[in-house]
């Protein structure tokens, strides 16, 4: 306010007197005016909104009447509209296919693809025309008679020069190693890499859905790759019986979601396997002892002696000894049979040489006996 003069303010283009000295007159809560000292009045919008866009007055009521004007531009950061933006698709090889990205915002948002693995993308105009650029730009990208190598994810990037520049990617996960291995008590770190746009939530569950919680044992970190990518990182420290099996680290934004899988399997510590090897060379050596024993107690006759066979080589034990329970237990089943078979042979022979030798005795048994009974005769003959 200059001398007696009184300041107000005037939404221009709408002709709305909004306030005069300090007082608000229109009913809008958001507005508010401060007297900073004696000819300084500001004029406060908060929360500003589209509608509040436009040219705003200040006007001091002296004679001549002084009044200074201001533009007021409210401007929007992009923002993707999922409902009218395309999603995953599936289209044959050799088809074609249309890719659509919408966004909102103020000044209006240019749109931009790029493909995600930084390579180029091909357009096909006619039979014969084809053109390569890293960068397409527009609402819609068309693809023809597409090929396996343009498989993959694209972006849709929305900018108006207000921050921050604004994308649309399907959550991706990657995991460097699939399989990971370690010891009981030791730390182990698991890793996965997160590609998405808008940002994402990502967490880290056991294979059976237990979420990971940060705690003493288990510190859960990411790492800004750049602004469409983080890393992941899972430590779990001092490891246990029960940390071993699946880990999912789990991304998701609007759009969707993914999961990668982490398998961690326990391995052994080099001193332990060192003693399980000292161990299984004491249980071979006892083995080898065992068996020597037996092989020299085999080979044992019945006097308590070494059998040796006879030949070239002295220090051979002989067949007796070589042979295993089982084949000495068959080789005296043969003996055994072979032994029977001599006796009743020679039982037979036997039999046979004796009886002739008894049909001699009973012809020369039978003469004696004609021999007496005649004696016996002539004796009564001579006595009559």
Same mark, same amino acid.
Request: with cysteine; aromatic share 4%.
């Given at each position: 306010?200059?001398?007696?003069?009184?300041?107000?303010?005037?939404?221009?283009?709408? &002709?709305?007197?909004?306030?005069?000295?300090?007082?608000?007159?229109?009913?809008?809560?958001?507005?508010?005016?401060?007297?900073?000292?004696?000819?300084?009045?500001?004029?406060?919008?908060?929360?500003?909104?589209?509608?509040?866009?436009?040219?705003?007055?200040?006007?001091?009521?002296?004679?001549?009447? &002084?009044?200074?004007?201001?533009?007021?531009?409210?401007?929007?950061?992009?923002?993707?509209?999922?409902?009218?933006?395309?999603?995953?698709?599936?289209?044959?090889?050799?088809?074609?296919?249309?890719?659509?990205?919408?966004?909102?915002?103020? =000044?209006?948002?240019?749109?931009?693809?790029?493909?995600?693995?930084?390579?180029?993308?091909?357009?096909?105009?006619?039979?014969?025309?084809?053109?390569?650029?890293?960068?397409?730009?527009?609402?819609?990208?068309?693809?023809? &008679?597409?090929?396996?190598?343009?498989?993959?994810?694209?972006?849709?990037?929305?900018?108006?020069?207000?921050?921050?520049?604004?994308?649309?990617?399907?959550?991706?996960?990657?995991?460097?190693?699939?399989?990971?291995?370690?010891?009981?008590?030791?730390?182990?770190?698991?890793?996965?890499?997160?590609?998405?746009?808008? &940002?994402?939530?990502?967490?880290?569950?056991?294979?059976?859905?237990?979420?990971?919680?940060?705690?003493?044992?288990?510190?859960?970190?990411?790492?800004?790759?750049?602004?469409?990518?983080?890393?992941?990182?899972?430590?779990?420290?001092?490891?246990?019986?029960?940390?071993?099996?699946?880990?999912?680290?789990?991304?998701?934004?609007?759009?969707?979601?993914?999961?990668?899988?982490?398998?961690?399997?326990?391995?052994?510590?080099?001193?332990?396997?060192?003693?399980?090897?000292?161990?299984?060379?004491?249980?071979?050596?006892?083995?080898?002892?065992?068996?020597?024993?037996?092989?020299?107690?085999?080979?044992?006759?019945?006097?308590?002696?070494?059998?040796?066979?006879?030949?070239?080589?002295?220090?051979?034990?002989?067949?007796?000894? %070589?042979?295993?329970?089982?084949?000495?237990?068959?080789?005296?089943?043969?003996?055994?049979?072979?032994?029977?078979?001599?006796?009743?042979?020679?039982?037979?022979?036997?039999?046979?040489?004796?009886? =002739?030798? %008894?049909?001699?005795?009973?012809?020369?048994?039978?003469?004696?006996?004609?021999?007496?009974?005649?004696?016996? %005769?002539?004796?009564?003959?001579?006595?009559?």
């Amino acid at each position: 306010m200059m001398g007696n003069g009184i300041v107000a303010w005037i939404k221009a283009d709408a &002709k709305a007197i909004l306030a005069i000295h300090e007082h608000v007159i229109t009913n809008n809560d958001r507005l508010s005016v401060t007297h900073n000292d004696y000819n300084t009045w500001t004029l406060n919008i908060r929360n500003v909104k589209m509608d509040d866009a436009g040219k705003y007055m200040c006007q001091v009521n002296t004679d001549p009447m &002084k009044m200074q004007t201001a533009m007021l531009e409210v401007v929007i950061p992009p923002d993707i509209i999922n409902e009218e933006t395309s999603g995953d698709m599936m289209v044959p090889e050799g088809g074609s296919a249309k890719l659509v990205c919408r966004a909102g915002g103020h =000044p209006k948002p240019k749109i931009t693809w790029r493909r995600e693995d930084g390579r180029e993308i091909i357009a096909r105009n006619g039979a014969h025309q084809k053109t390569k650029a890293l960068a397409v730009e527009g609402e819609m990208l068309t693809l023809s &008679k597409v090929t396996r190598s343009e498989m993959g994810a694209y972006m849709c990037i929305a900018s108006n020069g207000v921050p921050p520049t604004v994308s649309k990617l399907h959550p991706l996960v990657q995991v460097p190693n699939q399989l990971v291995g370690a010891p009981v008590l030791t730390d182990v770190t698991l890793i996965c890499n997160v590609e998405a746009s808008p &940002k994402a939530i990502n967490y880290w569950q056991r294979e059976n859905g237990e979420m990971i919680i940060a705690g003493e044992r288990y510190v859960l970190t990411e790492k800004e790759v750049n602004m469409y990518a983080v890393e992941m990182i899972l430590h779990i420290k001092r490891l246990q019986s029960t940390d071993f099996g699946g880990y999912k680290c789990i991304s998701k934004n609007s759009i969707g979601d993914t999961e990668g899988t982490i398998r961690l399997y326990e391995m052994e510590r080099p001193g332990k396997k060192n003693h399980r090897e000292e161990d299984l060379n004491e249980v071979t050596k006892n083995e080898i002892v065992l068996k020597e024993n037996r092989h020299e107690d085999s080979a044992r006759n019945q006097n308590g002696r070494l059998y040796k066979e006879r030949g070239t080589d002295a220090g051979i034990y002989g067949s007796y000894a %070589s042979h295993t329970p089982t084949k000495q237990w068959e080789l005296v089943k043969l003996i055994t049979m072979s032994t029977l078979i001599v006796l009743l042979t020679s039982t037979r022979n036997l039999f046979l040489l004796l009886l =002739p030798l %008894s049909s001699t005795n009973d012809s020369n048994q039978r003469s004696n006996n004609d021999r007496r009974r005649k004696s016996r %005769s002539n004796l009564n003959i001579n006595t009559s």
